[in-house]
Structure formats: structure tokens, C-alpha cells
């Protein structure tokens, strides 16, 4: 087991949060699976009038940054794989306002996915500029932006 991962544990909830609820100890692609067991939360959140659901998004924003920090700071690592909170919060943006259907849910993971491991401007230069648990959160919130844009364009275009 790494190093880092052994100084978290499951029982700690700022840590099991941090950690996707488990998700990112997948071994290969922890922010794919990540953003994989977002979903499940969304189809929750979907139903949710406007104004909670951005609340829910707000509130999430502000303890992942705490959540994030406390485990990053517990690893001795900034911004370690296996910290996907930041892949919910990311995912739950592009997918805001958008019709719940299994098409949407889809594209919306791919373009996601997309944003959050190509890195266009800015959101590369927050990744590697900006620290600490709003570091590891604002790069993932932006490429939820992106996302949810291009998401937007595309259901647009095919209505």
C-alpha cells in the first residue's frame, strides 16, 4: 500500500470523504472512479429544486476544501491521486440544470473526464499554482465549468 494512503484511515469521515467514499483507492485511474461514484449522488441531487441543489453544491465546495486539506496534510502529499471529492463536486457542476436522462449522465462524465485530464487554460496553471485544499478543489470545480458549458452547447445543438 502507499506510504501516503496508510496515514488515512476509513474510520476518520473528513478522510473517507476526501477519499471518494472509497473510490479513489481504485489502483489505476482513482479520479475516473471517482467521478464514477458521483453519480450515484447526482441521481439524487437531480431532482432537487435549483436553489438546493446549488446550496448543496456551494456546501459541498466549502467542506471539500476542508475535507481535502485535512487529508492532503494527513498524507504529507499535495493533491494525492486518491483524494476525488473534488471529481464530485466537479461532476455535480457540469451536470447542473441539465435533464436527467442516461444519455446526459454519460456525456456528462465523458466531458468531464475530458476537462479534468486535459487541463486547457486556466485550468492547468490553478492545478499547479494553487495549494492546499482550494488547490485541489478549484482546478476540478473549473473543469466542471467547462464541462457543463460544453455539455449545454451540445444538448442545444441536438434539440
Known amino acids: 500500500m502507499d506510504k501516503a494512503l496508510a496515514k488515512l484511515s476509513l474510520r476518520n469521515p473528513l478522510h473517507?470523504?476526501?477519499?471518494?467514499?472509497g473510490s479513489g483507492l481504485a489502483p489505476k485511474a482513482p479520479g475516473t472512479f471517482g467521478t464514477l461514484a458521483a453519480i450515484p449522488l447526482y441521481l439524487l441531487l437531480a431532482p432537487l429544486p435549483v436553489w438546493a441543489y446549488v446550496a448543496v453544491?456551494?456546501?459541498?465546495?466549502?467542506?471539500?476544501?476542508?475535507?481535502?486539506?485535512?487529508?492532503s496534510d494527513a498524507m504529507g502529499v499535495h493533491?494525492?491521486?486518491?483524494?476525488?471529492?473534488?471529481?464530485f463536486v466537479g461532476y455535480w457542476i457540469t451536470?447542473?440544470?441539465v435533464p436527467l436522462s442516461p444519455l446526459n449522465v454519460l456525456l456528462g462524465f465523458?466531458?468531464?473526464?475530458f476537462f479534468d485530464v486535459l487541463k486547457p487554460w486556466p485550468i492547468k496553471i490553478l492545478d499547479k499554482k494553487v495549494?492546499?485544499?482550494?488547490?485541489?478543489?478549484?482546478?476540478d470545480v473549473l473543469a466542471g465549468?467547462?464541462?457543463?458549458?460544453?455539455?449545454?452547447?451540445?444538448?442545444?445543438?441536438?434539440?
Open 57 to 71: 453544491l456551494l456546501v459541498s465546495f466549502v467542506f471539500g476544501v476542508w475535507c481535502c486539506q485535512k487529508a
Open 16 to 21: 473517507l470523504c476526501a477519499l471518494g467514499l
Open 95 to 97: 451536470m447542473f440544470m
Open 145 to 159: 465549468v467547462f464541462a457543463a458549458i460544453s455539455l449545454q452547447v451540445v444538448l442545444f445543438v441536438l434539440a
Open 110 to 113: 465523458i466531458l468531464f473526464r
Open 79 to 87: 493533491d494525492h491521486g486518491a483524494i476525488v471529492w473534488d471529481e
Open 131 to 139: 495549494h492546499g485544499g482550494f488547490g485541489i478543489m478549484i482546478d
